[in-house]
């Protein structure tokens, strides 16, 4: 998924919407599973029916009202700043294209991160990425299994969290442990809306998320002990 | 929660942890958690990883030439679009 490195051009008023694309499994289908609306933002709300209505300028400022938060989101989800690029890229250019299929059933920027979130899976799959790994969290684990903590010394991490340390080890957990931990424990989304998204049971979003903060919990473990080292 | 929760072996609470974290139950009441020392620390790491996620990754923002980036994909996209549509012979996408 490569930036359109091509000159800029003007803008173009088009209406949007006309071009095809792929069918992504995504908003209309799940929409009454997230957020209920929320009241829209005046300024976003004008900016969205100008947009739906092949306003270029409108859709450039739905762009400056979104993208961080799309950015950002893409780039905790791949820890890689090329990739996240890409992908927001990718995610307005589905916005521009099903812009005129939002019916506001939930508030905009709900559907929009729920849009941006189909993208970045997409490009995981594509990659085959450890997403398939869900299919074997159920399965035990010999070193994950329950009782790899019996015996461990100095189990609590004193209730503080080194910030730089935990992203570091979020951004180390294999792809389908952080895209759990990401969705659930970053971004917010219940089991239900995991399970949803990713096509597995919700038993199975619950084990991986535990797996996941295992994982950071040993992580981070050896990160203090190691930095406890003279 | 009943007694022989509280009897329940380390490997056996663990086991059943995912599901009772996910589920939204408050595991600290866990008879097991009230007699095991190994498990309540387990239990309190792993509130304090979910609560730190919270904080994680503050709101960055993109680098200022993408929307140029994605204003050339619209713009290619709408071209190829309108010549589609110049041309009925020609197939579009839908």
Redesign the interface.
């Known amino acids: 998924m490569p930036h359109s490195r091509i000159p800029t051009q003007p803008p173009d008023s088009r209406p949007p919407g006309v071009s095809g694309a792929a069918p992504l499994p995504v908003p209309a289908a799940r929409k009454m599973t997230f957020a209920p609306a929320a009241s829209p933002d005046p300024a976003e709300a004008d900016a969205l029916a100008r947009a739906q209505a092949g306003d270029h300028h409108a859709f450039a400022q739905l762009y400056s009202l979104h993208k961080r938060r799309i950015y950002s989101l893409c780039l905790r989800m791949v820890g890689n700043i090329a990739e996240a690029e890409d992908l927001t890229q990718e995610a307005f250019l589905q916005l521009h294209r099903k812009i005129s299929t939002f019916r506001g059933d939930s508030a905009f920027s709900t559907w929009l991160h729920r849009l941006a979130i189909n993208v970045v899976l997409m490009q995981l799959r594509k990659k085959s990425l450890s997403l398939i790994s869900l299919d074997e969290a159920m399965e035990p684990v010999p070193e994950e299994g329950p009782g790899r903590s019996f015996g461990a010394p100095d189990l609590a991490l004193s209730g503080t969290i080194d910030r730089l340390a935990l992203e570091r080890a979020v951004a180390d957990l294999p792809a389908g442990y952080r895209l759990i931990f990401i969705l659930h424990d970053v971004e917010g989304y219940e089991h239900n809306e995991i399970a949803s998204m990713l096509e597995c049971s919700i038993g199975n979003s619950k084990s991986q998320l535990h797996k996941a903060r295992l994982r950071l919990r040993d992580a981070l473990r050896a990160n203090s002990q190691k930095e406890a080292q003279p | 929660m009943t007694e022989d929760q509280g009897k329940m072996s380390?490997?056996?609470?663990?086991?059943q942890?995912?599901?009772l974290?996910?589920?939204g139950a408050n595991a600290a009441n866990h008879p097991h958690i009230q007699s095991c020392e190994?498990c309540r620390?387990?239990l309190?790491?792993?509130e304090?990883?979910?609560e730190?996620?919270?904080?994680?990754?503050?709101?960055?923002?993109?680098?200022d030439e993408?929307?140029?980036?994605?204003?050339?994909?619209?713009?290619?996209?709408?071209d190829?679009?309108?010549a589609g549509s110049r041309n009925p012979g020609t197939p579009?996408?839908?």
């Open positions: 380390c490997a056996e609470f663990q086991a942890l995912p599901e974290i996910g589920s190994l620390a387990l309190a790491d792993l304090t990883i979910a730190a996620a919270r904080q994680l990754f503050p709101v960055v923002e993109p680098p993408l929307w140029a980036h994605i204003e050339s994909a619209i713009k290619s996209e709408d190829h679009v309108n579009t996408r839908n």
